[in-house]
DNA sequence: TTGACAGATAATAATAGTTATTATTTAATA
DNA sequence: TATTAAATAATAACTATTATTATCTGTCAA
């Protein structure tokens, strides 16, 4: 971790109007160090290498803030349960950042191109899903 | 329900090589006569209707053994837990279906265009958060 | 500097969602 | 129909997450 990268979390802090602690600065070191797709878990374990006092549940509420605030974006929004797909017409989804509601939308619709091909990577796509993130017409309405 | 959706689910199972039970034909017109994205806890509700005594952990193990077979989707692959996306860079995920293994790849080596825009329900377009389903290259060789 | 307040944290209890276990029941098949 | 493998019901256990609450910390006015 380096001063600079201290000095840039406080000027993203500043921007977010979220107060500077300690703890905060560790966790954002700390998932910026980090590779892939961590869980709150595995932050955890790694922030308690620095501040071993430290409680799981002030990452998640950390966690939860630097998303809200947009430091961090979540993987997938995840419903906090399965859930099924009813609709078994081929379709993507519109999904509120704020309300976090789940619309279909045709595939025709939103006009992405859904062909089985190999990538250069070698991955074999077979199927796409989209979810396209934003705000729905409620949402737009009823914010600043 | 009709005898011709009965014969469908028949048919359905045999090709996914699983046993007809009722517990299962009765989960599967439950989950046909639903919309949106419901989740095992709303489909046990409806399922109770029917058959009074079923279990919770029947309907969490069909919807499973449905989900592999291919009769549903779920509505996104989730990991169980929330997850923090470190990559700040442009990127959607390769996910492997076989393995569940999560892949970045750069937004510019998938060609999604991603653009805000307003959609003609209304709905204001933000980011496309793209999930590329399909095989990676270790399970494409481990498979028939 | 001190004192008071607001907000953040630590510890922990509680909850929700899911899975494992096991005895019993059911479906497939000989 | 009898046998056997698999499915189910009941329930315990587990994991991920959130709520609660007492304590602590930093900030700002006197």
Redesign the interface.
């Known amino acids: 971790m380096t001063v600079a990268e201290a000095n840039e979390f406080r000027a993203l802090c500043d921007t977010a109007g979220i107060p500077v602690t300690h703890q905060r600065l560790v966790i954002y070191q700390v ?2 160090s ?8 595995e ?1 955890y374990e790694r922030v308690r290498v620095r501040i071993p006092a430290i409680s799981l549940a002030t990452v998640y509420k950390n ?1 939860h803030l ?2 809200e605030s947009g430091l ?8 906090g ?7 078994a017409l081929p379709h993507h ?2 999904v ?2 704020e309300c976090k509601s ?2 279909d ?1 045709a595939a025709d ?1 939103l006009g ?1 191109p859904v062909r ?1 091909h190999r ?19 409620d949402c ?1 309405k009823s914010l600043p």
């Open positions: 998932l910026r980090m590779h892939g797709h961590p869980s709150p878990e932050v966690i630097f998303i961090f974006h979540e993987v997938s929004l995840h419903h349960s399965l859930r099924v797909e009813t609709n989804h519109l509120c950042t789940i619309t939308i619709d992405i089985a990538l250069r990577s070698g991955f074999l796509a077979q199927r796409y899903a989209v979810d396209v993130l934003g705000l729905c017409p737009q």
